[in-house]
C-alpha cells in the first residue's frame, strides 16, 4: 500500500501564493509519477500538474505559467508552488502517484482563494 499525506492548503487572496506539499509513504518502490488534481465545486476532478521520475512535467493549461510542480526524492514528496492564485482556482486538491502502473490518491487539501 501506498499513503499520500497533503499539506499546505488554505484560504488565500486572489494573487497571492501557496505551497501545497504531498509526502508518499509505504510500498513505494517502482514509483512512475506523481501529480496534482483538483476537484472545484461541482466540477469533475482535474488534472493540475504531474511530474514522472524522469523529470517530465505536464501542466493543464489553466496551471501553465502560474503553477510550478517539484520533487524531493530524499523526503519521498512532491510540491505545487502555485502564485497568482485566481478565485477559480478554489478547489480541493489531490495528490495522486503511479506506483507500478495503479493509482494512489491522497485525501486531498482544500485551497479557498477569495477577497
Known amino acids: 500500500q501506498v499513503q499520500l499525506v497533503e499539506s499546505g492548503g488554505g484560504l488565500v487572496q486572489p494573487g497571492g501564493s501557496l505551497r501545497l506539499s504531498c509526502a508518499a509513504s509505504?510500498?513505494?518502490?517502482?514509483?512512475?509519477?506523481m501529480g496534482w488534481y483538483r476537484q472545484g465545486p461541482g466540477n469533475a476532478r482535474e488534472l493540475v500538474a504531474t511530474l514522472t521520475t524522469s523529470g517530465t512535467t505536464t501542466y493543464a493549461d489553466s496551471a501553465k505559467g502560474r503553477f510550478t510542480i517539484s520533487s524531493d526524492n530524499a523526503k519521498n514528496t512532491v510540491y505545487l508552488q502555485m502564485n497568482s492564485l485566481k478565485p477559480e482556482d478554489t478547489a480541493v486538491y489531490y495528490c495522486n502517484a503511479d506506483v507500478m502502473y495503479r493509482d494512489y490518491w491522497g485525501k486531498g487539501t482544500l485551497v479557498s482563494v477569495s477577497s
Open positions: 509505504g510500498s513505494i518502490f517502482g514509483i512512475r509519477a
